[in-house]
């Protein structure tokens, strides 16, 4: 991969090549979520989105959330492709000293019919997929980035099939290990946890109805998330090594340890897909913007999937670059180089308060999980009886979980 610290004139400048206004790398949830959102706002976009692998996660994506995707055109009912969270029940299955209470909160304590809804990411990306196509202004491109490097007012993308593209604002909405967040040297504070997350879809002998039921062992939760009807979604976090022999094993030995796992609450457990292992790590990006250069989704910021945040953060990213251009339109600037640049600009300021609270909040809520320190279970454990007993802070706990605090 080729890093570009100083712009400098194209090599290849007499090849043909298409500039845009935007180039949106990615072809996850937040490229397809930007690329539809630019466009519909009337940019010339490109998308470059080679057909990623099977996405197996579930994402509960909360009230605000889905308002965005709602008001971003996205999806119109929620309850036609997600199933609502009603209710979250944390159990505390750790033998430590000191113990949390089980507790059950309502989202009608915020006055919302569910705190969110959970749906597949596969079932996500079937329903933006076919939306972008609608987009005349928008030009999908199953390709690569290669190399990224400046040229006068633009950059220039060489594409996996050595064809170039060029636009004054690129989109990185590239994963973790972002591409475009390295062409442009933007450097990021990262963690490796030695915790990984299998996820898995189950039948249930009795269906959750609505409740998200998380039980806190000590190397992390083990939740099940309703999917309709008895099925459900696990999120199982625990030592990665642990995880891996897990994955390994029979499926009827995987199905008596989930069990186990379960407290036998919801009788026999029947595994409806493969089981999935993911690595988890965090990091936030130095900043989300420079240069003509964004960034949104796991590119800029990734956690433990640990209340929930991933998702539902990028999607604040495209809601927040949405408004950065539509107060920066592009006629606003003498050229298109100011003009990107006023734009990450913008965004850099408008998202940094967020993402340092969000990282914050999960890197709290992660260690205090895992803590085998006294004072900080005891933390922990008051912090749950204060949530059960005192309605005002409980329900500002949970508008802050959901991103509306
Ligand atoms: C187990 C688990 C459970 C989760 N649960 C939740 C949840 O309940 N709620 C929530 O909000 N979040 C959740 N998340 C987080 C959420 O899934 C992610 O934040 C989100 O899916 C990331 O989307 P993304 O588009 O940023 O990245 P990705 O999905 O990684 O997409 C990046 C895309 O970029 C493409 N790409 C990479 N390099 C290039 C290149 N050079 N050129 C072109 N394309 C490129 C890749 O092919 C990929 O398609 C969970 C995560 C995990 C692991």
Request: net charge positive; with cysteine; aromatic share 6%.
């Amino acid at each position: 991969m080729a890093k570009n610290k100083t712009p400098h004139k194209s090599q290849h400048s007499d090849q043909a090549k298409k500039t845009y206004q935007t180039i949106v790398v990615g072809g996850g949830l937040a490229g397809l979520a930007a690329a539809f959102a630019l466009a519909t706002n009337g940019l010339k976009v490109a998308h470059l989105a080679p057909t990623p692998p099977p996405d197996s996660r579930t994402s509960a994506l909360m009230t605000p959330s889905v308002k965005i995707m709602q008001d971003l055109g996205l999806i119109n009912d929620p309850g036609k492709i997600g199933v609502p969270l009603e209710k979250i029940r944390i159990i505390d299955a750790t033998n430590r000293l000191i113990r949390a209470p089980e507790a059950l909160f309502h989202s009608s304590e915020v006055g919302e019919i569910a705190f969110g809804w959970n749906f597949a990411n596969s079932k996500l990306s079937k329903q933006f997929a076919p939306l972008l196509k609608g987009q005349k202004n928008l030009d999908h491109i199953a390709e690569s980035a290669i190399q990224m490097t400046r040229s006068g007012e633009n950059w220039d993308l060489q594409l996996s099939d050595n064809t170039f593209i060029s636009a004054p604002l690129i989109v990185g909405a590239d994963g973790k290990s972002s591409f475009v967040r390295q062409s442009v040297d933007i450097s990021i504070k990262q963690t490796m946890h030695k915790q990984s997350a299998l996820v898995c879809d189950l039948t249930l002998s009795r269906p959750l109805e609505g409740e998200s039921v998380e039980y806190h062992y000590p190397n992390g939760p083990f939740t099940l998330v309703p999917a309709g009807g008895n099925k459900a979604n696990l999120v199982w976090v625990d030592n990665g090594d642990i995880l891996e022999d897990v994955k390994k094993l029979p499926s009827a030995e995987i199905v008596k340890i989930l069990q186990e796992q379960s407290q036998n609450l919801f009788g026999n457990l029947t595994l409806d897909t493969g089981v999935f292992v993911f690595p988890l790590s965090s990091h936030h990006a130095q900043n989300m913007g420079c240069n003509g250069v964004v960034l949104v989704g796991e590119s800029g910021h990734a956690f433990p999937p640990i209340g929930a945040q991933g998702l539902n953060l990028s999607l604040r990213d495209v809601k927040d670059l949405v408004t950065c251009i539509r107060q920066n339109p592009p006629e606003s600037q003498k050229s298109a180089a100011n003009w990107a640049n006023k734009v990450a600009n913008a965004y850099d300021n408008c998202r940094a308060g967020d993402i340092r609270r969000t990282s914050t909040m999960v890197d709290t809520l992660f260690k205090s999980l895992l803590s085998e320190i006294l004072p900080a279970q005891a933390l922990r454990t008051g912090g749950i009886w204060a949530l059960k007993s005192i309605p005002p802070l409980r329900k500002h706990a949970f508008r802050l979980g959901m991103g509306s605090a």
